[in-house]
């Protein structure tokens, strides 16, 4: 018996998977790859105020209509009731509910129980098998334990590590949402990369999804565009979506693929201090 040998059925239903649908979203950024995958984690990068907070808000909710599937969202900072009321809204003018939808905010974690990084690691994986989560959304890692200010380059190396095997062994998704570094903005003059990431870089070298988030005004209109600046198996997944936003409810409710050549043009019109 080869030890190393690969199976052929394996192969054949690796293959088979990259082309299931895992979980249900509207979103075409995410329809590109099937949909938010099990086994993998992922992550969405933006300035503060881009929207991060509210694309994977809407994201979240969408994807606990298939059925059978609970999703957590992690708060680094909010308190559930705020972060979940335009969740809300949402649900009433969706027909959805937030019964599979649970939230846990990290501030309630006795901190004399948690000493070490690893601590605070195993807690996080207990409150995932506890809810029995298929997806785990955390917002925002750069100002929580896992990634934040507090935390050396070591820990934030531990925590890709982490993301990583926690994803294939639970078999959950877990969606990572976290700032872009300080000196970045997002009228800047040049479009956001993987490099512009808060923290250690091998969370977006690490990671199966990566996804940027930059806003441009021109003369005082609001444009929210994503990229997807990295992506596995799933040769048709790159390209660049305008996000839709609903200020009544404070939440991204679509996107729509467009042309590289629509963000060029507004990219050069943008409001940008030094032209």
Known sequence: MNLFAVNQDDITDAMEDSK?????????????????RRGCYSVYMGTTGCGKSSLVKTVGLQASSTPNAKVLFWLSEEKKAKYAKGMDQYCRMMGLDLSNIGFFEESSIDQEMIKTHEDFLRYFTEVVLMTNADIVIIDNISTSRFYGPQTSLKEQGRTVEFFKKTSQDLDIALVAVIHTSSHV????????????????????????YFYAIQKFTRSGEIFNFLRTLKFREHANAAGTYHLKYDPAISLYVGDEKVQFDMVKKIFNESDRLKK
């Open 185 to 208: 903005s997002d009228n800047m003059g040049r479009l956001f990369t993987t490099e512009d990431v808060r923290g250690i870089r091998s969370i977006s070298l690490e990671a199966s």
């Open 20 to 36: 299931k649908r895992h979980f249900f979203t509207t979103f075409q950024h995410l329809d590109a790859h099937f949909g938010i």
